[in-house]
């Protein structure tokens, strides 16, 4: 595998289950990103991880709780979830922290029943 | 914080002719303006970026420009192509905000 990959491409999950997404970087990047991308708010930036530390927490609910165990694996992990989070989630890494190119990966569509 | 806007959110344009997104942002701070792509089911990739110290860049069809005393930057797609047809989202880093997009479609 080459590139940002995530796992699943799709869930669907209740409201009251728990479960994971997991994003991986083969680029060998320092920074790692998650964001939201709905109808609403097309590209929302929801955390930033540079060297393994959490360096951005956009205003998000608690119900969603990054890991970044090591600088090629990013977790999403998600709890008591909410219809209104249904959405596609992206991972996406950089080399550096700013002003430099953004690696997508595939996305998570992710559906709340 | 960082604000971007982006207009038009929607544009539609013969094939053959040009098309023009702008963006405006808030953070005089900014230095760094990506332009991504985003087909239909597809991820988002880099098409073009700028710099601060830079007031235009070109890379065959499509321009950026950027006017940071205005604190502005456009796309230009020149000679426009059906497989143009995506959404274009900018973005201002530092804190790589992106804008709400422009969903561009090209008629054959």
């Known amino acids: 595998e080459t590139g940002v990959t995530q796992t699943p491409r799709h869930l669907v999950m209740g409201m009251t289950n728990k479960k994971s997404l997991k994003c991986e970087q083969h680029?060998?990047?320092?920074?790692m990103y998650w964001y939201k991308q709905s109808a609403k708010k097309p590209l929302e930036l929801m955390f930033v991880?540079?060297?393994?530390?959490?360096?951005e927490n956009n205003s998000v609910p608690s119900r969603f709780s990054p890991e970044c165990p090591n600088s090629s694996h990013l977790f999403l992990h998600l709890h008591t979830l909410q219809p209104e989070d249904s959405a596609l989630y992206l991972c996406a890494s950089s080399q550096i922290l700013t002003g430099v190119e953004q690696y997508f990966g595939p996305g998570t569509r992710l559906t709340v029943t | 914080g960082e604000n971007v806007e982006q207009h038009p959110s929607t544009l539609s344009v013969q094939e053959g002719d040009s098309a023009v997104i702008k963006c405006t942002y808030s953070?005089?701070?900014?230095?760094?303006f990506p332009w991504y792509k985003q087909e239909l089911g597809k991820r988002p990739q880099l098409i073009i970026d700028i710099r601060s110290n830079v007031g235009e860049k070109k890379d065959q069809r499509i321009a950026v420009t950027l006017n940071k005393t205005a604190k502005h930057f456009s796309l230009h797609i020149t000679e426009t192509q059906p497989e143009d047809s995506a959404v274009y989202f900018c973005?201002?880093?530092?804190?790589?905000?992106f804008g709400p997009g422009t969903s561009l479609s090209v008629i054959p």
């Open positions: 973005a201002a880093d530092d804190k790589v905000i």
């Open positions: 680029l060998g990047h320092n920074a």
């Open positions: 991880y540079s060297l393994e530390e959490r360096v």
């Open positions: 953070d005089s701070a900014s230095n760094y």
